[in-house]
């Protein structure tokens, strides 16, 4: 059976080694096999939770595209667009935020992270958020939605809400219920200057991640400044439970060149840091390099940008409004 694929990126610029290994080149290997339908979406709407500069917005709009297309999905086999070119998502969001429950929100761990301190500042959009992303996915009766470990507290939320739905109205399997596609090894990348924080592009320090825009020169002086510690390379994967730094550049290197752990600890162990560190930097050019070149290419070329932005919305909206249509129906408008 053909999988349905959907999945959402936000611009907020700064896509990241942890967007590109968490998420991205997933996408590439789902839309490379041609029984798959994939639908990729720049999620405008959820960028706008945290205050946006809206020149740099539609900047990094496009930049986002560039970078799915620099990494090697075809926009003519796979439909790119971004979210808020398609009302659907935003009609359905409403719909579900009078399905899910605020106890179910409440749970939300990266609301709580995003939050902070102050809830009571935070953005209605931000607490919602998750609800948008489901409309996202249920809107085109996605099948599969490949994302980070990061994102698996929303897919479920998501599933609820879908269940939740069919069952309220009595439309058994209407909405589809979604699989998330999570990596087993390595789904969460760490920073580089702190293993126990995820790589993100909020991070104040650009030290912290390898930017996919980053030149070769930027990634090998950040993998030479990451952190580690004083112990030698380790022998054994339990030695790597409390060694939160290596366990990153380690897992790190397994999946650029797509081994496990424990392969990686085997053919290291004994050398010295140093030499793991200029392999690391070595795989990582070969493999970041090429984008970065290709997004700041791209990035010259707004027209191509757009035109993928028009045909890839038109076709998502036809997907979503009849959808949408059948969902008003249902509801009784
Ligand atoms: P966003 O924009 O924060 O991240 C995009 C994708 O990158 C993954 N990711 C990571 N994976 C591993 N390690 C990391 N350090 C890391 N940082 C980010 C994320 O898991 C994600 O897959 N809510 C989503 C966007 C979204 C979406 C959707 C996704 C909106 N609607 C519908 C799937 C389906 C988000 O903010 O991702």
Same mark, same amino acid.
């Given at each position: 059976m053909s999988k349905k694929i959907f999945s959402g990126v936000q611009?907020?610029?700064?896509?990241?080694l942890g967007n590109y290994l968490g998420a991205i080149k997933n996408f590439v290997k789902l839309s490379n096999d041609n029984t798959n339908d994939c639908i990729f979406c720049v999620v405008d709407l959820h960028a706008i939770t945290a205050k946006q500069n809206p020149k740099e917005l539609k900047d990094n709009i496009l930049e986002t595209i560039a970078t799915f297309v620099a990494s090697g999905i075809d926009p003519k086999k796979s439909i790119i667009f971004n %979210? =808020?070119?398609?009302?659907a998502h935003s009609e359905a969001a409403w719909i579900l935020s009078c399905i899910a429950r605020m106890g179910w929100l409440n749970r939300m761990t990266q609301f709580k992270e995003k939050a902070g301190? +102050?809830?009571?500042?935070?953005s209605i959009g931000l607490f919602s958020y998750p609800v948008l992303m489901a409309a996202d996915i249920l809107l085109y009766d996605a099948t599969h939605v490949p994302v980070g470990d990061d994102q698996k507290q929303h897919l479920e939320l998501c599933r609820d809400i879908a269940q939740k739905f069919n069952n309220e109205f009595e439309v058994? +399997?209407?909405l589809k219920i979604p699989e998330p596609l999570i %990596?087993?090894?390595?789904s969460r990348i760490m920073s580089l200057k702190d293993g126990s924080k995820k790589m993100s592009?909020?991070?104040? =320090? +650009?030290? =912290?991640r390898i930017n996919l825009t980053d030149t070769k020169d930027q990634i090998i002086n950040k993998i030479k400044k990451a952190k580690t510690d004083?112990?030698?390379?380790?022998?054994?994967?339990?030695?790597?439970k409390e060694r939160h730094e290596v366990k990153n550049l380690i897992g790190i290197y397994s999946n650029l060149i797509e081994t496990s752990l424990e392969k990686t600890i085997v053919s290291f162990s004994g050398k010295n840091f140093s030499d793991f560190k200029d392999k690391l930097s070595q795989v990582l050019v070969e493999k970041i390099e090429p984008i970065s070149n290709e997004i700041k290419k791209l990035k010259r070329d707004k027209e191509y940008l757009s035109q993928i932005l028009v045909e890839g919305s038109q076709k998502a909206n036809e997907i979503a409004s009849k959808k949408i249509k059948k969902i008003h129906e249902i509801v009784g408008f």
């Open positions: 611009p907020t610029g700064n896509l990241h %979210q =808020s070119r398609v009302p301190k +102050d809830k009571e500042k935070a058994e +399997d209407f %990596q087993k090894e390595f592009k909020s991070e104040l =320090s +650009d030290l =912290s004083t112990l030698p390379m380790p022998s054994t994967i339990e030695e790597l």
